[in-house]
């Protein structure tokens, strides 16, 4: 039922309110497209006082939106809660910006207004490994991987959980940090499956740090 903002009427007959105050009523919680408030205001529940929580209860069915203070901070920002069994809380503004650094954000794409970027267009998994001049692991540090020595000439890198790719096709940049060695030196990719792949030096790897990075489509 539409809502109308001109009922009641100024000479609305008393036995008529309940159908007009009722239909407009229906349009509101219908959010009829007639229905439409130049703003919606919401109070700061940390000022409310009288035993208002800041958060509200979760309500079955329901989500809610509301706007309290950030923490120790007097800004208000907007927050939302979903009716979980244990209700999520997510902070939708932080000083003007959207989120909060202490939330994940889920997405499918991103767009700056000219590009579209997805999951294949972001650095997935990074690396780099060490070595002495007698060929020994000294250090070795992987984001969502790890590293291990095959041989001399070779390291096998094994994704993390959760980091597989969907597909052999993704892309493995390796270099070499140092100049340690020969000038002519090379990096060759191979073995590569969905589960991780392999960097093999072309001369030697003694006092080598080899770095790699990998972008593409995660599973």
Not at 99 to 108: E, K, R, Y
Not at 133 to 140: L, M
Not at 207 to 219: C, H, K, Q, T, Y
Request: net charge negative; charged share 15%; glycine share 10%.
């Amino acid at each position: 039922m539409a809502f109308d903002p001109s009922k009641p009427a100024d000479d609305e007959k008393i036995r008529n309110l309940g159908t007009v105050i009722r239909a407009n009523w229906q349009g509101i919680e219908q959010a009829e497209s007639s229905f439409k408030p130049y703003a919606l205001n919401f109070v700061d529940r940390n000022t409310i006082g009288g035993g208002v929580p800041a958060q509200p209860a979760k309500i079955a069915g329901t989500g809610q939106l509301y706007s309290k203070q950030n923490g120790a901070s007097t800004k208000v920002e907007l927050f939302y809660l979903d009716n979980a069994g244990t209700p999520n809380e997510v902070q939708l503004t932080t000083d003007g910006e959207l989120g909060v650094t202490t939330q994940n954000v889920q997405f499918l794409a991103l767009n700056d207004g000219t590009r579209t970027f997805d999951k294949d267009d972001f650095l997935s998994v990074w690396g780099y490994i060490t070595f002495d001049a007698g060929i020994n692991i000294v250090a070795n540090v992987g984001s969502n991987c790890t590293i291990t020595k095959a041989s001399n000439t070779q390291i096998d890198v094994a994704f993390g959980a959760n980091y597989n790719m969907s597909s052999a096709n993704y892309l493995v940049i390796p270099f070499i940090q140092t100049t340690v060695g020969a000038a002519s030196d090379s990096l060759f990719v191979g073995s590569k499956t969905t589960a991780g792949f392999s960097i093999t030096v072309g001369a030697s790897m003694v006092s080598r740090v080899i770095n790699f990075i990998v972008m593409g489509s995660i599973a």
